[in-house]
C-alpha cells in the first residue's frame, strides 16, 4: 500500500525534504529574492512615510501665490493617493491576476497625471521655482520623483501595449499564412485522369 507521506519509497531509500533537493545555486538565488522583495517593501513603505511627513510639512505652500501656477502640493497628494490605493487593491487585479475596470481606470489616472506633471513642470517660471527651492525644496524633490516614476510607469504600460499589438499581429499573421497554405493544397489537389481510368477499364482485346 503506498504511503500518503513520502517517508517509505518502494527502494526503501527515505525521501529528502523539497529544500534538500536545491542545490546550493538555487539557495543562493532564492535568497537574493527574498532579499529584493524585502529591500523593496522597505523601500516603499518608507517612500510613503516620507511622502506623507512631506506634505504635512509644506502644507503652507498651499497658500503661495505659485500654487496657482504650479500647484506640487495637490499634485504630490493626489500621486500619492493614487499609489497608496493602487498598492492596496492590487491595481485593481483580480484574485486571477486579470485585468479588471479598475485598472483601465488606474491607467486612464496615471497618463493623466504624467500629462499635468510635466505641463506643469515645463511651464513653472523660474521665480516659482526659486520659490520653492528656497522654501519647500523637499516637496519639489517629491514633485519630481513622482513625475518620474509615472513617466517610468507609462513608459512600461506602452511597452507592453506595443509588444502586445505585435504579438496579436504575428500570431494573426501566421494564421493567415497557415491558412492560405492549406486553402492552396486543396486548391491544387490532382484531379484524376478520367481518359487513364477509361483505358484502364477498356477491354484488352479492343472491344468496349
Do not use: H
Request: charged share 10%; hydrophobic share 50%.
Amino acid at each position: 500500500e503506498r504511503m500518503l507521506f513520502p517517508g517509505n519509497q518502494e527502494d526503501g531509500g527515505a525521501a529528502r525534504a523539497p529544500l534538500e533537493r536545491l542545490t546550493p545555486a538555487q539557495i543562493g538565488l532564492l535568497a537574493l529574492i527574498c532579499v529584493f522583495v524585502l529591500f523593496a517593501i522597505v523601500t516603499v513603505v518608507a517612500f510613503l512615510i516620507w511622502a506623507c511627513v512631506v506634505l504635512f510639512e509644506t502644507y503652507p505652500s498651499w497658500s503661495e501665490a505659485c500654487n496657482s501656477e504650479a500647484p506640487l502640493w495637490l499634485f504630490c497628494i493626489v500621486c500619492l493617493s493614487v499609489m497608496v490605493v493602487s498598492l492596496a487593491t492590487g491595481a485593481g487585479k483580480d484574485m486571477d491576476g486579470n485585468l479588471t475596470y479598475f485598472s483601465y481606470v488606474f491607467l486612464i489616472l496615471s497618463i493623466a497625471l504624467t500629462v499635468w506633471g510635466l505641463a506643469m513642470r515645463v511651464g513653472m517660471s523660474p521665480k516659482c521655482e526659486g520659490v520653492f527651492n528656497s522654501k519647500y525644496d523637499s516637496l519639489l524633490l517629491l514633485f519630481e520623483i513622482d513625475l518620474v516614476l509615472l513617466c517610468v510607469q507609462v513608459a512600461m504600460m506602452v511597452c507592453l501595449v506595443l509588444c502586445g499589438a505585435l504579438a496579436i499581429g504575428w500570431m494573426m499573421t501566421t494564421y493567415e499564412s497557415g491558412r492560405a497554405a492549406v486553402t492552396g493544397e486543396q486548391a491544387y489537389e490532382p484531379i484524376p485522369d478520367n481518359n487513364n481510368n477509361n483505358n484502364n477499364n477498356a477491354d484488352p482485346n479492343g472491344v468496349s
